[in-house]
Nanobody, 124 residues
Framework: QVQLVESGGGLVQAGGSLRLSCAASGGTFGTAGMGWFRQAPGKEREFVAAINWSGTHTDYGDSAKGRFTISRDATKNTVYLQMNSLKPEDTAVYYC?????????????????WGQGTQVTVSS
């Protein structure tokens, strides 16, 4: 059974940075597309970033472009989300997700496994 465990969330001031990690176990991490989504209170889940199995292709949501970077380390079965220039509107629970195929995707419905989420709070 696939398990995804996020870490790295916390409280940061506007303009600061955080790096989220998602450690995967119980599945074939090396052949799976991975993604990050977020959900703020009272809002729908939003696509943040995704990466294909080899790390050669990435996709970003509009709010993440130019500020966030997704990457993966196959030796550690871990995917990362580097978040820079954080804004108060980035405050949300961030979720890691895994596909059953090689490719990235911006659609939540394309992801089969989800982590429990990690809270990111950006103060103004």
């Amino acid at each position: 059974q696939v398990q995804l465990v996020e870490s790295g969330g916390g409280l940061v001031q506007a303009g600061g940075s955080l790096r989220l990690s998602c450690a995967a176990s119980g599945g074939t991490f090396g052949t799976a597309g991975m993604g990050w989504f977020r959900q703020a209170p009272g809002k729908e889940r939003e696509f943040v970033a995704a990466i294909n199995w080899s790390g050669t292709h990435t996709d970003y949501g509009d709010s993440a472009k130019g500020r966030f970077t997704i990457s993966r380390d196959a030796t550690k079965n871990t995917v990362y989300l580097q978040m820079n220039s954080l804004k108060p509107e980035d405050t949300a629970v961030y979720y890691c997700a895994r596909r059953l195929t090689y490719y990235s995707s911006s659609r939540a419905a394309d992801f089969a496994s989800w982590g429990q989420g990690t809270q990111v709070t950006v103060s103004s």
